[in-house]
Structures are given as C-alpha cells and as structure tokens.
C-alpha cells in the first residue's frame, strides 16, 4: 500500500484540520467534534447537514458553504458517523427554523442520523429527513436495505440548499430534496479498487482486464464483472440502464453530473461526458447543465458514475441559484 498519509488512525483528524485551514472563509471546526460548519451561516434559514464515512471527499465537507451544506459530519474512513457527532453537528447549526438531514441510504448512516434526530428533539429542536436511494444498479446490496446513495446526493445538496438559501421553510426544503431524490438517477463502474487506510490492502480484487459494473462507493458489488470494453460502450450501459429505470421523452431537460472516483483522469471523465451528451442528444433530451469532476469519490478507486436528473422550471431554477463552498463555486 503506498499512500501520503503519517498513521492511519489519523488520516481523518489530519484531513478535517487540513480543510480548516484551506477554507477558513467557509467552514469551522465544532471543538472536540469530527463536524464542520459554515463560518459565516446566515442567522435565520433552515439549516443542511449531511455527512458519512470518510474518503468520499470532497463529500461532503466540500460542499458546506452558500447555497449548499450548513454541516458535515465526519465518520472513520467508510464508517458511518456515531449519533452523538451527529447530535452535535444538529446543535451547531440550528437557529431556530428547523435542520433537515440528508442521508444516503446506507444501513449504518439511516440508524446513526436517526438516532441524532431524536437526541436533538429530545432538547425541542426541529429535525427532519431525507434519504437519498439514487443507484440503479441493484436493489439491496451488502449495505443497504434498498437501492444505495451515491453521487446524485450532491445533486440534492445543491437543489435544496438553493431552496433553503432562498428562505423557505422546513415542509418546503424537504418536499424539494424528496423532489429532487425522485427523479435523480445513478450508476457506476471500476476499473480498479481503492485501499482504506487502516485495513492497508485493496477492497476487492479485479484482474487487469477486468471492470465491475454497478459497484457501490465502497467497493461493493455491482451486477457484475466484465472484460475491460471502450468508454463508448460502457456508457452505453449505464445511461441505458438509468434510462430504463427513468424513461425521459423527447424535449425533457436533464441535469448530468460525470463524477469521477478518485483515480480517473479528467481526460477520460471528458471522454465519458461526450457520450453521455450523444445518448441524450440522439433521444432528443436537453442537457441544461453538466458537472464533470470528482464530487463523491472513493478513496483512490478508479471509475466513474453517471447521474442524470430530470428537471422541471423550479428544480433547474434552483440548480442555476449561486454556490459557494470549497468545492462548488457557482455564480
């Protein structure tokens, strides 16, 4: 294993220290707590947590600033956040109008977020939920009741940040990001695992000519392995299988984001992106934005995932709304 790091233990106490003093105009640390929030929080909103295992940068922390996450709470490397950092990230940010969670659906993360919920109306804070399910690639997987939350998670933090950015209040916030989360669809691929610091070796194994398809950002299984194939054509696939599970007609606009895992080269994400573009153009579907880059990674693991969400007049006005956060500035 050949990674930058001093001890695995304190990979992400190290990592959380590094951020605050990359970005001290954005986030600051709760003392003795693995959360960051913003700096500069506007007093009166509805206040965004979301968070979970670490090694998913720059999920989520990267994504706290305006227009997105009031919180992110930090867990061990692929380990969900305890309830109690949770509770405390909840606590930091509420001021009053209510705090909703965002949650990718992984088993650990929906009982620790939970847990927090009651801990913090326990002390009359309003507390609420989401949980977001967008991987079309299996049903249930190793870590999941029902389908994974993956990249189109950052898709919701956008959307629903804008929302409560904008003022609204907390019925309003959740029936966007439920909004969102129902018509946002994922799907992934690797081409090579990733090693989490502490176990010190790779998550799976995958010969040099082989791929898996559908894998979850942990390295769970997908559907299956295949030999290696052209970028063409494993984007064939997986657009084919989002759009089966969300057919899109002709003249619909769309939202797709080409989010890298960690160890794929922009080139290559570019690469994808233009066929993505083709699929959709080809079914007469309007691309209104596109993201490219890594936006919730897997450690070192190289892949790709494709979302595409399907906008309405008030989801794509909200994805246009501004941002400003470490890792998504948008004016």
Not at 1 to 8: D, R
Not at 37 to 65: C, D, M, T
Not at 273 to 292: E, F, P, Q, S
Request: include cysteine.
């Amino acid at each position: 294993m050949k990674k930058v790091i001093n001890v695995p233990e304190q990979v992400v106490e190290e990592m959380l220290q590094g951020i605050v003093l990359a970005h001290p105009q954005y986030v600051k640390r709760i003392e003795g707590f693995d959360v960051l929030v913003r700096a500069n929080a506007p007093e009166s909103k509805v206040a965004l947590v979301s968070g979970g295992g670490s090694g998913h940068e720059p999920s989520h922390a990267g994504f706290v600033g305006k227009g997105m996450l009031d919180g992110a709470v930090a867990g061990a490397v692929f380990t969900s956040p305890t309830p109690d950092q949770v509770y405390e990230a909840v606590k930091a940010v509420d001021n009053g109008k209510g705090v909703l969670l965002i949650i990718k659906n992984y088993s650990g993360d929906v009982m620790n977020f939970e847990m927090a919920i009651e801990m913090a109306e326990a002390d009359g804070i309003v507390v609420d939920k989401v949980i977001v399910n967008d991987d079309v690639a299996v049903e249930n997987s190793t870590w999941t009741i029902g389908r994974r939350g993956i990249a189109g998670t950052v898709l919701v933090h956008k959307i629903t940040g804008a929302k409560a950015e904008a003022g609204a209040d907390l019925a309003e916030v959740k029936r966007v990001a439920e909004k969102v989360i129902s018509n946002v669809r994922s799907m992934g691929m690797a081409l090579a695992p990733c090693t989490v610091p502490a176990a010190g070796k790779p998550s799976f194994i995958l010969e040099d000519n082989e791929i898996e398809i559908g894998m979850g950002i942990h390295g769970e299984p997908g559907t299956h392995r295949e030999a290696l194939r052209s970028a063409d054509e494993i984007t064939d696939h997986l657009v084919d299988k989002i759009l089966a599970d969300m057919p899109l007609g002709t003249g619909e606009e769309v939202a797709v984001l080409i989010n890298g895992l960690g160890a794929t080269p922009l080139m290559e994400l570019y690469v994808i992106n233009r066929k993505v573009a083709a699929i959709l153009g080809d079914k007469g579907i309007k691309i209104a934005k596109t993201y490219v880059g890594n936006y919730m990674t897997s450690l070192e693991m190289a892949g790709f995932s494709v979302s595409i969400l399907k906008l309405d007049g008030e989801l794509k006005e909200l994805l246009f709304a501004a941002a400003d956060t470490p890792a998504l500035v948008q004016f």
